[in-house]
C-alpha cells in the first residue's frame, strides 16, 4: 500500500463537516441564509416517484452508463488527444468506491440526477496530491452561499451521513429535465391522474360491481313501489353473493341495461396519448422502451435525452475536479460512444470500408471496435485510401501499400509502365 492511500484525508474524518449545525453556525456563519432548494430554481413541489417516469429514468440510465470515459491531454499544436491515465481515470473506469465500479457509479449518478433534479459527485478519500481516490453520489439537503449539505453513505459506518462541503469541492450537477420529471408538470398530472382513473374502474370491475341499472316491470314513484324496488334489489345481491359463479334470476319482464361499457376505452386512449406527450418531452419514444427503435430513432434519442445528460456530467467535472492550470494544459474530462455497436455485420463493414478509405481511422482502429486484436503489420496503423494501389492510378506508386519490404517506394513510373529512372 503506497504512502498516499495511507495519508489518504477521508471527508467523514472531519468533525466539523459531520456536525453540520455547530459548523453553520459558528464557522460560515450561515445560520439564516440558507435554502433547502437550488438557490437558482424555485421548487413547487418533490419530484414524483410514479412508476411512469421510472421506467423512462431507467433507461436514460442504463444507455448513458454505457459510454466510455476518457481523460485527455489536448496539444495546442496539432490538436492531436493524449489519454491520461489518472486516478480519476481509475475511479470512473475501473471503482468508484469500495462499493461500486465505475460504471455503476455512473448509473446511480445519472439516475439520482434524473431523480432529485440535483446531486453532487462528492469525493470522499484523496491523498496528499488531491487525487481522487473514492466518489460516491450525494444527495443535496441544504443550500449555502458557498457550501452544500449533502447525504453520503459512509463506507466506514455502513450508515447514510450528512456532510457540509464547499461547492468548490464537489460537482453539482442539475438534470436536463428538472422541469419535466417535477410534480408542476402538466402533463405528467394529467397522466397520473389518468391513470389513477383506470386503476379505479379495473378495481371496480374486479370487486364483482356491474356497474348497470334493473329494468322492473312497474314504476318506483311511489313510497311503496320504491321499498318494494330496494327489496328485489336487495334479494338479487344476495343470490349472486350466494352462488358459486355470481349468477342471479330475473323475472320474466326485468331487465338488465350495463352502464361502464364505454368508458374504459376513453380512459385507455387518453393514457397512451398522454404517454406520448410525455415521452417527446423527454426526447424517448415507446419504441425505445421496448428496444424495437430503428437507427435514426436511436440517434435522436441520444442527441435529445442521453448526450445531454452526460454534457452536464462533464461540464460539472471538468470545472471542480480540473483545476485551472490544468484546464490551461489542455485537459479535460469527455465522454465517448461506440458508434459501430448497433450496427449489423454488413453495415460495419460497409462503414470500416468508408472510414478506411477516406483515411479517417486505420484497420487496427477498426479492429479494436469489433474486438479483434491489433494485426502486427505496421500499414495496419497507417493512414491512406487502400483502393489506390495500382501504379496507373494518380498516386499509387506513393501510396504506403505500394512500399517494398525495407520500407521504400518503388520507382515512379510514365504513362505506359515503364521505369523513369
Not at 461540464?315 to 461506440?338: E, I, P, S
Not at 470500408?353 to 495496419?380: C, Q, V, W, Y
Request: aromatic residues 10%.
Amino acid at each position: 500500500m503506497s504512502s498516499d492511500i495511507l495519508h489518504s484525508i477521508n471527508s467523514f474524518s472531519d468533525i466539523s463537516n459531520l456536525d453540520s449545525s455547530f459548523a453553520l453556525n459558528n464557522s460560515y456563519g450561515y445560520s439564516t441564509a440558507s435554502t433547502y432548494y437550488s438557490p437558482h430554481y424555485a421548487s413547487n413541489g418533490g419530484f414524483h416517484k410514479s412508476d411512469i417516469i421510472k421506467s423512462v429514468i431507467n433507461r436514460i440510465a442504463i444507455d448513458a452508463s454505457m459510454v466510455s470515459f476518457n481523460h485527455l491531454k489536448i496539444i495546442d499544436a496539432d490538436g492531436n488527444q493524449e489519454p491520461v491515465q489518472s486516478e480519476f481515470y481509475n475511479r470512473m473506469t475501473l471503482q468508484a468506491n469500495i462499493d461500486q465500479t465505475g460504471r455503476s457509479f455512473l448509473f446511480d449518478l445519472i439516475w439520482s440526477m434524473l431523480d432529485e433534479g440535483v446531486v453532487a459527485a462528492v469525493p470522499i478519500d484523496k491523498d496528499n496530491a488531491g487525487n481522487i481516490l473514492s466518489i460516491r453520489v450525494g444527495r443535496i439537503e441544504q443550500w449555502f452561499p458557498r457550501h452544500v449539505k449533502v447525504s453520503c453513505y459512509n463506507d466506514r459506518t455502513g450508515t447514510e451521513q450528512s456532510l457540509v462541503v464547499a461547492k468548490s469541492d464537489v460537482a453539482i450537477i442539475e438534470s436536463p429535465f428538472l422541469t419535466i420529471f417535477k410534480n408542476s408538470n402538466y402533463t405528467l398530472n394529467l397522466l397520473n391522474n389518468k391513470v389513477r382513473l383506470m386503476t379505479d374502474l379495473d378495481n371496480n370491475a374486479t370487486l364483482g360491481k356491474l356497474n348497470g341499472f334493473i329494468k322492473l316491470p312497474y314504476g318506483t314513484g311511489t313510497t311503496y313501489r320504491n321499498a318494494q324496488a330496494k327489496e328485489r334489489m336487495a334479494s338479487i345481491e344476495e343470490q349472486m353473493a350466494s352462488s358459486k359463479h355470481g349468477i342471479a334470476f330475473l323475472e320474466n319482464k326485468e331487465e338488465f341495461i350495463s352502464a361502464g361499457g364505454g368508458i374504459n376505452n376513453n380512459v385507455l386512449e387518453d393514457v397512451i396519448k398522454l404517454k406520448t406527450d410525455f415521452y417527446n418531452e423527454v426526447g424517448i419514444t415507446s419504441r425505445i422502451l421496448s428496444g424495437e427503435a430503428n437507427a435514426q430513432e436511436i440517434n435522436l434519442y441520444n442527441a435529445r435525452a442521453v448526450d445531454p445528460c452526460l454534457q452536464a456530467i462533464s461540464d460539472a467535472f471538468n470545472v471542480a475536479f480540473l483545476t485551472k492550470t490544468a484546464r490551461t494544459q489542455g485537459h479535460v474530462y469527455r465522454f465517448y460512444r461506440d458508434p459501430f455497436r448497433l450496427l449489423p455485420i454488413e453495415q460495419l463493414a460497409s462503414s470500416a470500408d468508408l472510414f478506411s478509405r477516406n483515411a479517417i481511422m486505420t484497420p487496427n482502429e477498426i479492429r479494436s471496435f469489433i474486438g479483434m486484436k491489433p494485426h502486427p503489420n505496421p500499414l495496419a496503423n497507417e493512414l491512406y485510401n487502400r483502393n489506390i494501389s495500382d501504379g496507373n492510378q494518380n498516386g499509387g506508386t506513393m501510396s504506403p501499400g505500394q512500399m517494398d519490404p525495407n520500407g521504400e517506394y518503388p520507382p515512379p513510373v510514365d504513362d505506359y509502365g515503364s521505369d523513369m529512372q
